[in-house]
């Protein structure tokens, strides 16, 4: 009996066929990631917010219904970060303040807000000196270790404590996003870690003038 191929031209022909199959997977994940970079920050496919219950700067509980008919600029992160969350907080810090200087009025409504996800150091006490270093009207909110992980899990915000070093200090590795809701705590959008404070500005001037 005659075989139609031999062995090594059916391992060559498998081969090619093996190494397309591996070039179309390769393209199919570049275009996905593509299309999660381009669409990502303005239409994400997940919810992001919801319902929070946490503690404010005096001590005070709080939910989302404090903030009710007040946009958010929210940013999560923690007090002790060496250099990440400074400098996204001094990013919604100026933010605020081009947006006093174009809208006073629309600033009014736009309430900038710190939520810490390192609960055990961040007490209520500290996180109102050290949200004021950044805008006077910033809401710096803190809660019970379940409380902090609740809202992080609805906002997608991902945070990890590390191992503390022998003087018990640690880092916390965490997503690093600004995000912007709207007055019923809606998602409207977010920004990356480093935007431009006026092109957050304009952004945000762009969303309730609209
Ligand atoms: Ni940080």
């Not at 093996?18 to 570049?30: E, P």
């Not at 002790?80 to 600033?107: R, Y």
């Not at 710190?114 to 910033?138: E, G, Y």
């Amino acid at each position: 009996m005659k075989r139609a191929f031999s062995a090594p031209v059916l391992i060559g022909a498998l081969a090619t066929l093996a190494a397309i199959g591996l070039v179309a997977i390769v393209v199919v994940q570049q275009l996905r990631s593509n299309d999660a970079q381009n669409a990502g920050l303005a239409m994400p496919d997940v919810k992001i917010g919801g319902p929070f219950s946490l503690i404010d700067s005096d001590g005070k509980a709080v939910t989302e219904a404090d903030f009710k008919g007040k946009y958010r600029l929210m940013y999560f992160g923690y007090s002790f970060c060496p250099d990440v969350c400074p400098t996204d907080l001094q990013i919604v810090g100026n933010a605020m303040l081009d947006l006093e200087d174009m809208d006073p009025d629309g600033a009014s409504k736009v309430v900038p807000m710190f939520i810490s996800v390192d609960p055990k150091r961040d007490k209520p006490d500290m996180l109102k000196d050290f949200v004021a270093n950044f805008h006077p009207r910033m809401v710096g909110l803190t809660g019970s270790e379940k409380q902090v992980a609740e809202v992080a899990k609805a906002f997608r915000v991902y945070y990890k404590l590390n191992e503390p070093d022998e003087d018990g200090n640690y880092l916390v590795d965490h997503s690093a996003f600004i995000y912007f809701m709207g007055p019923d705590g809606e998602y409207l959008t977010m920004f990356k870690h480093g935007e431009a404070s006026k092109k957050v500005a304009d952004t945000i001037e762009n969303l309730i003038s609209g």
